[in-house]
Nanobody, 121 residues
């Protein structure tokens, strides 16, 4: 069993920044591929970013603005979000990848409880 706990959400104005954190339990954190997803009211959960041991993946909508990183010593994955836009408003979740496409939410397990990000114009 892996537990994931997100934090760092909040309310900011457009153009602002936030850094989300996701702390994971488990002794083999360094071997995990982890992803961030988001879900806005009335919309489906969508891929934001993922990080393996060697590379990062991003949704086109966040490329150049968001950066995913990991600190294996702290069992933590981060999502640095810059130049935030109102359309980034959503609940953000982290999850552990199980296989297949990193862009597909059904290929993840052990979801966190989510953290709310609200961007005002």
């Amino acid at each position: 069993q892996v537990q994931l706990v997100e934090s760092g959400g909040g309310s900011v104005q457009a153009g602002g920044s936030l850094r989300l954190s996701c702390v994971a339990s488990g002794r083999t954190f360094s071997s995990y591929t982890l992803g961030w997803f988001r879900q806005a009211p009335g919309k489906e959960r969508e891929f934001v970013a993922a990080v393996t041991q060697r590379r990062e993946y991003y949704a086109d909508s966040v490329k150049g603005r968001f950066t995913i990183s990991r600190d294996n010593a702290k069992n933590t994955v981060y999502l640095q979000m810059n130049s935030l836009k109102p359309e980034d408003t959503a609940v953000y979740y982290c999850a552990r990848f199980t296989g297949g496409s990193v862009y597909t939410p059904t290929n993840y397990e052990y979801w966190g409880q989510g953290t709310q990000v609200t961007v005002s114009s």
